[in-house]
């Protein structure tokens, strides 16, 4: 009988070896005070969305349910296109649902090394503003993967970009841009790398430094278009992959001014250091914009727990980007409001204030 009770303790034991660290998902034992939030304190603008229009109306009638439900008064639609795409996304979005979105713009990057080609996106950028257009969004192929004819790699901090960013300074509209990704992607996959779940998971999201532009570059590049238009309003988005590096940010933030920064899928960052990251918020708390990026209500929920509560040691909603504990920073309401749509209301031209005095 003890050779039979060894026997299938050993079998136990090589059962729980077996299982991966994917798998491994313990349940905390820890008690302590619990406040989930599954709606804003306050009306928030939501900078950092992406949403196809025109929708059906059936569409647009559960899009601003799911809103509604969760305190979020106005999207800002980052993925508006130009020309007459632009126009529709504008003109179905303020018909279906007045003052609840706002879109931005995107450059036509076709014919890029003609020389009339800075004139030519220039242009239609201005003719997108007066089409409706409230700012101007890159995506992290600008300067990752977009390429000229002769296929080299096209900078971020490009000349050939000047004139857009001069129309944007005149026409005091904001530019969100997204450079990189995070700094692990770049990194050998293996047992040092924090993100190694995400990268086993999503291998297409590695960039192998022999045939990218490192991510050193890319960051780089970024910060000295910046030093470079210092009239032109920029919002760095995903906390500019500094997230896990604030005193890096702070200082980036500190020598160039005219550069704000959002949270869109970097919560994760903030939410393992509450202590440094709650004193980044109250220092640049004009400067830090409320985001989300990709669109599911209930993760959301997560958000504001992380932004308005004190609890300690809950759980993210995605493992692969965080398989550590949230903690709450605990904002002041003063910072909040300014977090939620303060700073939105400043430096986002058309979004209705009213809405957020009611």
């Not at 993100?195 to 990218?212: F, Q, S, T, V, Y």
């Not at 940010?249 to 960052?269: F, H, R, S, Y």
């Not at 939105?344 to 058309?350: Q, T």
Request: a positive charge; proline letters at 5%.
């Amino acid at each position: 009988m003890r050779w039979l009770i060894v026997l299938l303790g050993s079998a136990s034991l090589c059962s729980a070896q077996s299982m991966s660290t994917g798998e491994y998902t313990p349940k905390s034992s820890l008690v302590v005070p619990e406040h989930p939030r599954t709606r804003a304190k306050f009306a928030f603008v939501d900078v950092h969305n992406h949403q196809r229009f025109p929708m059906t109306p059936d569409g647009y009638q559960k899009l601003i349910a799911d809103m509604d439900a969760l305190n979020l008064r106005v999207m800002v639609n980052l993925s508006g296109g130009f020309g007459e795409r632009l126009k529709a996304a504008v003109d179905s979005s303020r018909a279906a649902a007045p003052g609840r979105f706002v879109v931005f713009a995107n450059l036509d990057f076709s014919d890029i090394d003609n020389p009339a080609y800075a004139r030519r996106a220039a242009t239609q950028l201005e003719q997108d503003v007066k089409n409706g257009a409230a700012g101007l969004k890159f995506f992290k192929n600008f300067g990752m993967d977009l390429k000229d004819t002769r296929g080299e790699r096209i900078h971020i901090d490009d000349p050939r970009f000047d004139l857009v960013f001069q129309t944007c300074a005149r026409l005091k509209i904001p530019v969100l841009i997204h450079t990189a990704d995070p700094h692990q992607f770049w990194l050998p996959v293996d047992k040092f790398n924090e993100r190694w779940l995400e990268l086993n998971e999503m291998p297409g999201r590695r960039r192998d430094p022999a045939k990218n532009a490192s991510w050193d570059t890319l960051i780089a590049e970024q910060h000295n278009l910046f030093r470079r238009h210092p009239r032109t309003i920029f919002i760095n988005a995903h906390l500019g992959w500094l997230g896990g590096d604030l005193a890096r940010l702070g200082k980036l933030m500190d020598e160039c001014p005219n550069m704000n920064t959002e949270i869109g899928a970097v919560l994760a960052e903030l939410g393992r250091q509450p202590r440094a990251a709650r004193a980044f918020f109250i220092k640049y708390q004009d400067r830090i914009f409320m985001g989300k990026d990709s669109w599911n209500p209930g993760e959301y929920h997560t958000y504001f727990r992380v932004l308005e509560s004190a609890d300690e040691y809950f759980d993210y909603y995605r493992k692969r980007h965080a398989f550590w504990k949230m903690y709450g920073l605990d904002l002041p309401d003063v910072v909040l409001q300014k977090v939620y749509f303060k700073n939105a209301l400043r430096l986002i031209p058309g979004i209705d204030s009213t809405a957020f005095t009611k």
